[in-house]
């Protein structure tokens, strides 16, 4: 049991330590990087969760049946306007996840109603020819599922206490 113990510490503190001043200096670099180290976890976390289709293993809800552009591509990503979106603002003693307002009604899940104002346009479809759209008021009632992105959970908090620790160990070696 005792040669368990000595060669988990092994790891964490090496037999040959450097002084106090290098540690010191290393864990305050620690302190300052700790932050940036926090939101590229948080932010690798949710652009996984969209990559793999899922949160955490559990699949997103499905589109509905004949959605336009449906066939061949992930739910969250038609054009990765979106993904590109997803990024991290440093407000000591903060680390707040930003994106887009279409990704937070994903995350959330969204319901959108009401009369919205179509402007004049042309429309150029992909094999038919280019036709004008005139203006128009077009009624809206949809719901969004919730197809979360990013949440409090005791998987992304493992995360974040693994990098955490990883940014200190460091400082000892």
Sequence with gaps: MKAQHVIILDLIFPRRMPDYKTVIKRLEAAKRQLH???????????????????????????????????????????????????????????????????????????TISGTFNIREHERNPRN????????????????????????DTAKLRAKLIKAGANLITNAFK
């Design 128 to 151: 038919r020819r280019r036709h004008r759209v005139r203006g128009h008021a077009r009624k809206v009632n949809t719901k969004l599922p919730e197809r979360p992105i990013i949440k």
């Design 36 to 110: 940036k180290v926090i939101g590229s976890v948080m932010v690798q976390h949710a652009t996984d969760n969209i990559r793999s289709g899922g949160f955490e293993g559990k699949p997103h809800p499905p589109r509905k049946a004949g959605s336009a552009r449906d066939a061949g591509r992930q739910i969250l990503i038609d054009t990765g306007r979106g993904l590109r979106s997803i990024r991290f603002i440093v407000a000591p003693p903060y680390v707040n996840v930003v994106m887009e307002e279409h990704m937070v009604a994903h995350n959330d899940g969204a």
